[in-house]
């Protein structure tokens, strides 16, 4: 704001506006208050600013994906670019429909990924946006209906679980999931009979959906129908999910999921975020604990713990729903930063990182923590679609199996309960180092031949018997005279 008052010796009010301190004498409120006002700030060469106000009709947003409007308090149309929340945005000053306004659209949005995104999201730019789904019936579901089954799954133990009856129910995050999935079969179907889901009707869905989609919906439907098993809504031989398969183990198996950072990117991102920053303390945490995402993002204090005279990271995995415990001794490195962040003071008392709230830092969701991590590392130039949170840990994975790690000893560090996850990275590492263990090999009775055994001529090498030598050829290959 350029306006400002302050009150005189004799008490009076008096307005201004800051710059050469230009005196306003005309009464507040007034047109001449309004026009006396304009003249100083055009007088110091500056621009009205203009703020919100309630009550402004909205206009429709444009269907351009990363285009966005709002109204000032002028009634001033003012469209911007913004790749998504908390990303910057970029002012269009062109008018609304003129090749000017779509050349700096165009350019706004390329400037953006560049920095924020890939350079494939500037294809899915110039896609319309999505349909917005129908609503809900407000009526109550039919019995017998597929809502209606799907409305008592939810209200289940399966779905909320309850230990006195064996069931530990769904996470959230698996509900969230699931939710999406099967409501996108209700739209059409959801008042429809049970009988309407037949197999061919799931294979169709599945076929219309990406591998790893395809898998998690099959996952879906059949904790939807074990439920109705259970209650005898259905017979196990009339389960139309019997015999289904998806390809998303193999998908993953080929695509190899998650990218694990390499020494260069890790490199990179230090170069970027020195110690005592709260981006370097949570890649510190991914690199020297181990941790997932699900327990990096509520890891703090509480959780360092001295076990035999060690400092030690001691945590239960969200994974396991606390079953599993993970302890970790404390890293050198990993102590020096911690020791950087405390004097920096960006360490909070329940959790090491999170969002800060008047000088406190308080707990985030491990989604919102991933994105800040990946703005980190995008920041500092680790730009690829599939590095995040997860590929620092199958880096450091990757690094223990190549330390001559057992299986049990990395079951206790990464949390795991399976011995297949282990056993796959030691198995991925003792395949490099025979690899190269036979190629020393083959190097050293490659520089131990002499060069003479083979520049002698053929026929004493075939025979063997000019000088005195032995044959130098392998027996297979000396040919027998007729």
């Not at 050469?20 to 005309?26: C, F, H, P, S």
């Not at 709002?70 to 003012?78: K, Y």
């Not at 209606?148 to 698996?174: F, I, K, M, N, P």
């Not at 509480?302 to 995995?317: C, D, E, G, S, Y």
Request: aromatic share 10%; with cysteine.
């Amino acid at each position: 704001m350029y306006l400002y008052f302050n009150y005189s010796e004799s008490g009076s009010l008096r307005w201004y506006v800051k710059g050469r301190r230009i005196g306003i004498a005309e009464d507040y409120g007034t047109r001449a208050f309004d026009a006396a006002y304009e003249a100083a700030v055009a007088a110091l060469g500056g621009v009205l600013r203009m703020r919100r106000v309630k009550g402004t009709n909205k206009p429709g947003q444009p269907e351009r994906r990363y285009l966005y409007v709002d109204v000032s308090q002028r009634g001033q149309l003012r469209y911007y670019v913004q790749l998504r929340n908390k990303l910057p945005k970029i002012r269009i000053k062109a008018a609304y429909g003129s090749q000017e306004f779509d050349a700096e659209v165009d350019a706004a949005i390329a400037s953006q990924i560049a920095l924020y995104g890939q350079e494939s999201d500037y294809l899915n730019a110039q896609k319309q946006r999505n349909d917005p789904c129908p609503a809900r019936p407000p009526s109550p579901p039919k019995p017998g209906t597929l809502r209606w089954y799907w409305h008592g799954y939810r209200q289940s133990d399966h779905w909320l679980g309850d230990l006195s009856v064996g069931h530990a129910g769904l996470a959230e995050t698996t509900r969230l999931q699931r939710t999406g999935l099967i409501e996108s079969l209700l739209i059409e179907n959801g008042e429809k009979p049970f009988a309407v889901l037949t197999r061919n009707v799931i294979k169709a869905e599945m076929k219309a959906r990406p591998p790893s989609q395809a898998g998690n919906l099959l996952s879906a439907l059949r904790g939807l129908m074990r439920w109705m098993i259970d209650e005898g809504h259905l017979d196990e031989d009339d389960d139309p999910t019997i015999g289904l398969r998806s390809g998303k183990a193999r998908a993953s198996r080929e695509s190899g999921g998650f990218l694990p950072w390499t020494e260069e990117d890790m490199a990179q991102y230090r170069a970027k975020w020195p110690l005592g920053t709260e981006a370097r303390l949570m890649f510190d945490i991914l690199h020297y604990t181990f941790l997932r995402l699900g327990d990096a993002h509520r890891f703090g204090p509480p959780h360092l713990r001295q076990i035999v005279r060690k400092m030690a990271v001691q945590i239960t995995t969200e994974k396991s729903r606390g079953n599993t415990m993970v302890t970790v001794p404390v890293h050198p490195e990993f102590a020096k930063s911690l020791r950087a962040a405390r004097a920096a003071g960006i360490v909070g008392a329940d959790v090491f990182t999170g969002k800060r709230v008047k000088g406190r830092v308080l707990p985030m969701n491990k989604k919102a923590w991933a994105m800040k991590f990946k703005k980190y590392a995008i920041l500092a130039g680790v730009n690829e679609a599939k590095k995040n949170c997860h590929g620092v840990r199958k880096a450091r994975a990757e690094v223990a199996a190549y330390a001559d790690c057992t299986e049990s000893q990395m079951m206790a560090m990464f949390g795991w309960t399976d011995p297949k996850m282990p056993a796959h990275y030691i198995a991925q590492a003792n395949r490099e180092k025979l690899g190269i263990s036979g190629m020393d090999k083959v190097v050293a009775f490659d520089q131990g031949q002499s060069l003479d055994d083979f520049l002698r001529p053929v026929a004493e090498n075939r025979t063997g018997t000019a000088s005195g030598n032995e044959v130098v050829t392998f027996p297979g290959n000396i040919r027998k005279k007729l």
